[in-house]
């Protein structure tokens, strides 16, 4: 119980669109402060590379766009939140909570985040970045008809999340049209009043 709390006290949930530039303020965030960057859709990515028959069949739902179980996504956070606990200087939970439930199950089984940061780009911008990077970077979910997919279930399933930590006051949300570190540089305000 204990640990739950110190772990808890600077963990940072990273929310926004597919392409939003959420995976590269994490990796900014993680040169500057040291926080434990956990990627919900690298450890999906880690267990679909690892040929697991869970594996296969997390592949075939993220080809289509489509959510994972919340059980199997929340477990696997955990489980690498657990692993760090003692190390970690904070976490950076990236690409989770994806909709609602998934959030209020978070704070069932692990807890209350600090802050939740929402980069905000338009959707055109959004579909532009990922079918740039689509171009290298092997992604079975970056092209167009996936991409389109999910999008809308981000709209539909994840914008909601942002409103459901609005009303805790935890929000910060931050225009991700802006050049790499003009982004960052209004990340490190929001996490250097965490302290
Ligand atoms: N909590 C999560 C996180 C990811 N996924 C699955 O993994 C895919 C890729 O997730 P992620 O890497 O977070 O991708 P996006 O946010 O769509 O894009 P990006 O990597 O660009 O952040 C999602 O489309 C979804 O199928 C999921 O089901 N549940
Ligand atoms: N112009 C611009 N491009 C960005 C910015 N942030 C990310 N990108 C690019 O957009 C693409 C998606 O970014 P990524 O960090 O993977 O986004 P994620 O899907 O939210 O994790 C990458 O190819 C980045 O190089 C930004 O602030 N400005
Ligand atoms: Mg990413």
Redesign the pocket.
Same mark, same amino acid.
């Given at each position: 119980r204990v640990q739950k709390i110190k772990i808890l006290r600077k963990s940072v949930l990273m929310s926004g #669109? $597919? =392409?939003?530039g959420? #995976?590269t303020q994490c990796e900014k965030i993680v040169a500057k402060y040291g926080y434990t960057h956990l990627?919900? #859709?690298?450890l /999906? &990515?880690a267990e679909v590379a690892s040929g697991s028959e869970r594996g296969k069949q997390l592949q075939a739902?993220?080809q289509k #766009?489509? /959510?994972?179980p919340l059980d199997t996504?929340l477990d696997m956070i955990k489980d690498a939140m657990i692993a760090k606990a003692d190390v970690s200087k904070g976490y950076l939970i990236? =690409?989770? $909570? &994806?909709e609602v439930k998934?959030g209020e199950e978070f704070e069932k089984k692990i807890g209350a985040p600090a802050l939740l940061l929402y980069v905000d780009a338009k959707a055109e911008t959004m579909v532009q970045r990922?079918m740039k990077?689509g171009e290298t970077s092997g992604r079975a979910?970056d092209n167009e008809e996936t991409i389109k997919k999910?999008l809308d /279930?981000?709209y539909k399933a994840t914008e909601p999340v942002i409103a459901y930590y609005e009303k805790r006051g935890i929000v910060r949300k931050i225009n991700s049209e802006l050049p790499v570190d003009e982004v960052f540089a209004i990340v490190v305000k929001a996490i250097d009043e965490l302290k």
């Open positions: #669109g $597919p =392409g939003s959420k #995976g990627s919900s #859709g690298d /999906l &990515r739902i993220m #766009g489509e /959510l994972v996504v990236d =690409g989770y $909570p &994806r998934q990922l990077r979910d999910r /279930l981000y």
